[in-house]
Nanobody, 120 residues
Framework: QVQLVESGGGLVQPGGSLRLSCAAS????????MGWYRQAPGKQRELVAA???????NYQDSVKGRFTITRDNAKNTVYLQMNSLKPEDTAVYYC??????????????WGQGTQVTVSS
């Protein structure tokens, strides 16, 4: 079984910064893509940023230039540095690990979510 544990959410003022972390644990052989999604009240879950094991990144247009996703393959950990935060960034942020190869097969996993609130 694979578990994703997130940390780093909280309350921040507009213009502030937060750093999210997500560590995957279990009998993991490799993880193809790790990413962050978010879901605001009344809205669908959406991709924020993703990174492949080779370091290729993909960002939602609204966060380009403000958010940076990085990854430590040795630790199976992904980070999201969020700068210049705006009230519209308020949401529950979910970590995702896609195409995770374990001793029993390949699956996709989700974290439990961490709340990010941007408000003065």
């Amino acid at each position: 079984q694979v578990q994703l544990v997130e940390s780093g959410g909280g309350l921040v003022q507009p213009g502030g910064s937060l750093r999210l972390s997500c560590a995957a644990s279990g009998r993991i052989l490799s993880i193809n893509v790790m990413g962050w999604y978010r879901q605001a009240p009344g809205k669908q879950r959406e991709l924020v940023a993703a990174i492949t094991s080779g370091g290729r990144t993909n960002y939602q247009d609204s966060v380009k230039g403000r958010f940076t996703i990085t990854r430590d393959n040795a630790k199976n950990t992904v980070y999201l540095q969020m700068n210049s935060l705006k009230p519209e960034d308020t949401a529950v942020y979910y970590c995702n690990a896609d195409r995770v190869l374990t001793t029993t097969g390949i699956s996709t996993y989700w974290g439990q979510g961490t709340q990010v609130t941007v408000s003065s």
